[in-house]
């Protein structure tokens, strides 16, 4: 019971992320002009109410972790959406586990660069307050915190973990012929 809630959580989550990565997460690679004026105002009011000037003026670094979401992860999204909708998908467990391992990876120099660097006041302002660093971080947390609960899930759970205490046995038996 227990697991069918996280493949859920992990299905709202991969499901969402799509949407996510195509109207606002790669306005910072793609041109303007590809983006009607609606999503381009979805993103600047986001960037003003959560001073996030990465996402309007992203530092080259960042644009190679949109870049990386748009290449490796994007394709991966609907996978995982079905995966875990479905449930017990042993298959997903490789791929999730490099999956939520790059993505923790990106998102500890993310969550590093909120809380400790110096952002400009203008023409975008950055978090200023550790009040402000804090709700920054708060919205990509979950992007880092899911996907270790995915990466908890695939080492941890038997369900999706293929070393059972059948499967050993019969591991060694071949071993022995």
């Given at each position: 019971m227990a697991l069918r809630?996280?493949?859920?959580?992990?299905?709202?989550?991969?499901?969402?992320?799509?949407?996510?990565t195509l109207f606002i997460d790669l306005q910072a690679l793609l041109p303007a002009h590809v983006y009607p004026?609606?999503?381009?105002?979805?993103?600047?009011?986001?960037?003003?109410?959560?001073?996030?000037?990465?996402?309007?003026?992203?530092?080259?670094?960042f644009k190679s972790f949109i870049f990386c979401e748009a290449l490796v992860q994007l394709p991966f999204f609907p996978v995982a959406t079905y995966a875990f909708l479905k449930g017990g998908c042993k298959w997903i467990r490789t791929p999730a586990i490099i999956y939520s391992v790059h993505v923790a990876t990106t998102l500890l120099p993310i969550i590093g660069h909120i809380l400790f660097s110096q952002f400009p006041v203008e023409p975008h302002p950055g978090p200023q307050t550790m009040k402000e660093r804090w709700l920054l971080v708060s919205i990509y947390a979950p992007y880092l915190l899911v996907p270790l609960m995915l990466l908890l899930t695939m080492l941890m759970s038997s369900k999706y973990n293929s070393t059972s205490k059948s499967g050993n046995a019969s591991a060694k038996a071949k071993k022995k012929n």
């Open positions: 809630v996280l493949e859920i959580i992990f299905f709202l989550y991969f499901a969402s992320h799509i949407p996510i004026q609606q999503l381009r105002d979805v993103l600047q009011w986001y960037a003003e109410a959560f001073k996030d000037p990465m996402v309007v003026d992203p530092p080259e670094w």
